[in-house]
T-cell receptor, first 113, second 116 residues
Framework: KQEVTQIPAALSVPEGENLVLNCSFTDSAIYNLQWFRQDPGKGLTSLLLIQSSQREQTSGRLNASLDKSSGRSTLYIAASQPGDSATYLCAVRGWDTGNQFYFGTGTSLTVIP | GAVVSQHPSRVICKSGTSVKIECRSLDFQATTMFWYRQFPKKSLMLMATSNEGSKATYEQGVEKDKFLINHASLTLSTLTVTSAHPEDSSFYIC????????????FGPGTRLTVL
């Protein structure tokens, strides 16, 4: 069964810093990987989707990379802002699991003004 | 964009009662809907996969008789927590996939269930 781990579990940075969130998965045979943002008590907002054939995706200040062979993905946030404070979740989808996502444990990010 | 709603957003009930949570795809048809449970400061745990017109597929360890899932139409799936107990208190989130487009799931805003 796919297991997804995120490091660190929590991160606190001053505003303006660049930061990297890490996601690792045990089964490299994935269909795609998605990064989500979750605000306290709220649902999930999709940030970036990387197909298995892709190496990275970018949206604004966010850049996500994927290295299937090593079972890793990173989410890079440039010039962090207090509004970026949230929990970030990565999720992977396998080829043989239909639409099922396996979610990581999440990284709680706090950007200090 | 595709929008998924959940109702209610928050519910408090007494132990032993049943609670129904609705998940709706507002502007698209969803052949598949998923129900997740999230414990405080934990990740999402998939409970079951619901396909329109057929029985839901439950993940190992999830009690079918306790968490009843119905997907009667392409825009609505319901999760009923039967004979709720305090340990069922959690944040429940649904997601839906566009019919024929399986790359993306759209997530609902979640329902906070508190069982007294």
């Amino acid at each position: 069964k796919q297991e997804v781990t995120q490091i660190p579990a929590a991160l606190s940075v001053p505003e303006g810093e660049n930061l990297v969130l890490n996601c690792s998965f045990t089964d490299s045979a994935i269909y795609n990987l998605q990064w989500f943002r979750q605000d306290p008590g709220k649902g999930l907002t999709s940030l970036l989707l990387i197909q298995s054939s892709q190496r990275e995706q970018t949206s604004g200040r966010l850049n996500a990379s994927l290295d299937k062979s090593s079972g890793r993905s990173t989410l890079y946030i440039a010039a962090s802002q207090p509004g970026d404070s949230a929990t970030y979740l990565c999720a992977v989808r396998g080829w043989d699991t239909g639409n099922q996502f396996y979610f990581g444990t999440g990284t709680s990010l706090t950007v200090i003004p | 964009g595709a929008v998924v709603s959940q109702h209610p957003s928050r519910v408090i009930c007494k132990s032993g009662t049943s609670v129904k949570i609705e998940c709706r795809s507002l502007d698209f048809q969803a052949t598949t809907m998923f129900w997740y449970r999230q414990f405080p400061k934990k990740s999402l745990m998939l409970m079951a996969t619901s396909n329109e017109g057929s029985k839901a597929t439950y993940e190992q360890g999830v009690e079918k008789d306790k968490f009843l899932i119905n997907h009667a139409s392409l825009t609505l799936s319901t999760l009923t927590v039967t004979s709720a107990h305090p340990e069922d208190s959690s944040f429940y989130i649904c997601s839906a996939s566009l019919a024929g487009v399986t790359d993306t799931q759209y997530f609902g805003p979640g329902t906070r269930l508190t069982v007294l």
